[in-house]
């Protein structure tokens, strides 16, 4: 017995979520679960996953929390510096390649020690909204859309029936949340409510939107408040396998 909570203490742990980032006409949305496990141990259930990282740029972070935070904290620093030198040489803030580049280098000089996996994205008036993947190993990809996390082997087939070029900023944002809380619906590593960020040229917008506004799927109960509201409903139908 003892042994056995020993290796579910010291043994690897399954650190799940979901994380998107989707270019529109106009923009970028980024889109996260909140839930943070430990194994089958819900640690934090309504976490923030999307960081800021200057006034146009922001991150997804998905894998190991504290690595995935301490990143982002170091990576602040650094566009303090590098926004500023920015400002004096352009003028204007760092663009979103500048900081895509800059979390590259920092994940793939420290790739033998760092469980993360990154999405930033942003918008600047050189390129407009731009989506960069950063995955384990601290490769630089450039996406229209890119998804990650635990959550993400269940959407790359929604994904490429339900993604177009050229959507409008409701219909990427309503893409988004579909996609986390299918994703959620799915994955026993993402849970808890959909955060999004929208950055485009007016600026940034945060929107949150709690469990029970999220979409239902098939054969998915709808939340409840306790176990006794549960019970005390009537009797669900048996599953047929």
Same mark, same amino acid.
């Given at each position: 017995?003892?042994?056995?909570?020993?290796?579910?203490?010291?043994?690897?742990?399954?650190?799940?979520?979901?994380?998107?980032?989707?270019?529109?006409?106009?923009?970028?949305?980024?889109?996260?679960?909140?839930?943070?496990?430990?194994?089958?141990?819900?640690?934090?259930?309504?976490?923030?996953?999307?960081?800021?990282?200057?006034?146009?740029?922001?991150?997804?972070?998905?894998?190991?929390?504290?690595?995935?935070?301490?990143?982002?904290?170091?990576?602040?620093?650094?566009?303090?510096?590098?926004?500023?030198?920015?400002?004096?040489?352009?003028?204007?803030?760092?663009?979103?390649?500048?900081?895509?580049?800059? #979390?590259?280098?920092?994940?793939?000089?420290?790739?033998?020690?760092?469980?993360?996996?990154?999405?930033?994205?942003?918008?600047?008036?050189?390129?407009?909204?731009?989506?960069?993947?950063?995955?384990?190993?601290?490769?630089?990809?450039?996406?229209?859309?890119?998804?990650?996390?635990?959550?993400?082997?269940?959407?790359?087939?929604?994904?490429?029936?339900?993604?177009?070029?050229?959507?409008?900023?409701?219909?990427?944002?309503?893409? #988004?949340?579909?996609? #986390?809380?299918?994703?959620?619906?799915?994955?026993?590593?993402?849970?808890?409510?959909?955060?999004?960020?929208?950055?485009?040229?007016?600026?940034?917008?945060?929107?949150?939107?709690?469990?029970?506004?999220?979409?239902?799927?098939?054969?998915?109960?709808?939340?409840?408040?306790?176990?006794?509201?549960?019970?005390?409903?009537?009797?669900?139908?048996?599953?047929?396998?």
């Amino acid at each position: 017995m003892e042994s056995h909570k020993e290796n579910e203490i010291n043994g690897p742990h399954s650190m799940g979520t979901t994380i998107i980032g989707v270019t529109y006409n106009g923009g970028v949305v980024l889109g996260a679960d909140s839930r943070t496990s430990t194994g089958v141990y819900v640690a934090n259930r309504a976490s923030d996953k999307i960081t800021q990282l200057t006034d146009n740029v922001y991150i997804c972070r998905s894998g190991s929390a504290a690595d995935s935070q301490t990143v982002s904290d170091y990576l602040r620093a650094d566009f303090d510096f590098a926004g500023f030198a920015c400002r004096i040489q352009l003028g204007q803030p760092a663009t979103v390649k500048v900081a895509a580049n800059l #979390v590259r280098m920092l994940s793939y000089n420290n790739k033998n020690f760092l469980q993360t996996g990154m999405i930033v994205g942003g918008w600047d008036k050189y390129e407009g909204g731009k989506i960069y993947g950063v995955p384990l190993g601290g490769t630089l990809l450039e996406l229209p859309f890119t998804i990650g996390g635990s959550g993400s082997s269940y959407l790359y087939g929604f994904f490429d029936q339900a993604w177009k070029d050229g959507m409008t900023q409701e219909e990427a944002e309503q893409l #988004v949340v579909k996609a #986390v809380s299918l994703a959620i619906a799915r994955d026993g590593a993402s849970g808890g409510v959909v955060r999004t960020v929208t950055i485009n040229s007016e600026g940034v917008s945060r929107k949150y939107y709690p469990e029970d506004k999220l979409p239902r799927w098939h054969e998915e109960l709808e939340p409840q408040n306790s176990l006794l509201d549960i019970l005390s409903s009537s009797s669900p139908e048996p599953m047929v396998s």
